[in-house]
């Protein structure tokens, strides 16, 4: 049986107004996802302890672009405790004035969580590397399954 007429202009107008809710909405919520999966992955980078601020994050989905802005670390740690050496032998705090990423694969990225990229610019960096004594502690068991990320690929690095 056809969809009449009137039935037809109904959906119709649903379904633009549903594409229409998706590109004025879509990327501030997109941005807002990047925003939350960028700040557990750089904490899982500069260390167990540490906490990232983002200033703001801008992405154009066409070319594959993404900017990270203003971006602090800070690491909660006080100089007597070193029990975050067993698990690693660095963390890293500082200031960030950007990161930008040109023609990132975002098929890859959801899909085999692999980052492959053009460029990657790193702009203003002002970076303090927390080192200890102790020897770092590896029972020889992969934390593969923690990792949000299994690869970076990069073409270019730019500091």
């Known amino acids: 049986m056809a969809i009449s007429h009137p039935k037809r202009w109904i959906a119709f107008v649903v379904i633009l107004l549903l594409v229409g809710i998706v590109v004025f909405f879509g990327p501030s919520l997109l941005a807002r996802v990047i925003r939350e999966r960028s700040v557990k992955i750089m904490e899982q980078a500069a260390g167990p302890r540490s906490h990232i601020d ?3 994050v801008q992405l154009d ?19 007597a405790d070193t029990s975050w050496t067993y698990d690693r032998s660095v963390l890293i705090a500082g200031h960030i004035g950007g990161i930008s990423v040109k023609g990132l694969s975002i098929w890859r990225l959801l899909v085999w969580k692999t980052v492959e990229m ?11 590397l927390i080192t200890s004594d102790r020897k770092s502690h590896d029972d020889g068991k ?13 073409d270019s690095l730019s500091l």
């Open 61 to 79: 989905l066409i070319a594959g672009d993404l900017s990270w802005k203003d971006l602090h670390i800070e690491q909660r740690i006080d100089s």
């Open 118 to 128: 053009h460029s990657l610019a790193v702009i203003g960096p002002q970076l303090e």
């Open 54 to 56: 983002i200033g703001s």
């Open 142 to 154: 992969g934390s593969d399954s923690k990792n949000l990320i299994n690869t970076i690929l990069v």
